[in-house]
């Protein structure tokens, strides 16, 4: 052990001792030191009593933890050790605290697997767009703000549908969590759909009207009258009704219909052929 007033150049001069781990004391802050490995890993360390024993708490690696911000992270906790605090208990805490991982792994074979027949699809989300970001989370760390960035991300590269879909299923895995105790609150609340969805019409193509009215040949008129809206509407047709049709058009219409609205259907005979 040796004891050095600690600069920032003097830390990046520092250089391994073959096969010995030496840790360096740094003189204005007692037992706060750098520890250095034979492989040139250099780690921040505090060493300090608590309920009258020796602890030794890791603070971070240099360089991506510098020596002003290691300074005041030792202070930070040598203060809540005075106060009565046990910031040993937190850090051990946080080792073992589940993440976002975790849920996600949990919801797919809980929930996902036994429920719905489209949860490769969850687990594709999942994988593409929500563990790359927040794999490393706890749960409840992952705001209303993260959401709404990720929801974000995907509409602006020109999938707003997608980003529909994506915020779906982030809601449904975080009352997953509610309801399995991991959280009190969703992140989801007052997140909007960022794409706007339309039904999509589907108006048959003249063979096909053909090939339904020659399926339907048999069917006594009444029948094939109530059958034409499901097989040539272009709405949705539970509640259509389809009139007339002596002149070898039906007249389709109904509340399934947007108001007023109405379709006309060819017959047979007025299908060129």
Wanted: charged letters at 35%; aromatic letters at 6%.
């Amino acid at each position: 052990m040796a004891i050095l007033n600690l600069t920032a150049r003097k830390v990046e001069s520092l250089k391994p001792t073959p096969g010995r781990q030496v840790e360096y004391c740094d003189v204005s802050r007692a037992g706060f030191r750098l520890r250095l490995s034979p492989n040139g890993t250099k780690t921040w360390v505090l060493r300090c009593r608590h309920r009258r024993l020796e602890r030794r708490l890791k603070l971070g690696t240099y360089p991506a933890m510098k020596l002003a911000e290691a300074r005041q992270l030792a202070d930070d906790m040598k203060a809540s050790v005075e106060k009565g605090e046990d910031p040993f208990a937190d850090r051990a805490r946080d080792k073992t605290a589940k993440t976002f991982k975790d849920l996600a792994a949990e919801y797919i074979e809980r929930h996902a697997k036994p429920k719905k027949k489209t949860w490769r699809e969850d687990q594709r989300v999942l994988d593409k767009e929500l563990l790359p970001k927040w794999r490393h989370l706890r749960p409840v760390e992952i705001k209303r703000a993260d959401v709404r960035e990720r929801i974000e991300a995907v509409a602006d590269r020109g999938s707003p549908i997608h980003a529909n879909r994506l915020l779906a299923v982030i809601r449904k895995i975080f009352n997953f969590a509610i309801e399995r105790d991991w959280l009190e609150y969703n992140p989801c609340h007052m997140v909007k759909r960022p794409g706007k969805e339309r039904p999509r019409d589907r108006v048959l193509m003249p063979d096909e009207i053909r090939r339904f009215w020659a399926a339907t040949e048999v069917e006594p008129p009444p029948i094939r009258a109530r059958l034409a809206p499901r097989g040539s509407s272009r709405y949705p047709s539970r509640s259509s009704t389809a009139i007339g049709g002596s002149t070898g058009m039906y007249t389709v219409t109904g509340v399934s219909l947007p108001p007023k609205a109405e379709t006309v259907v060819p017959g047979t005979s007025r299908i060129p052929r």
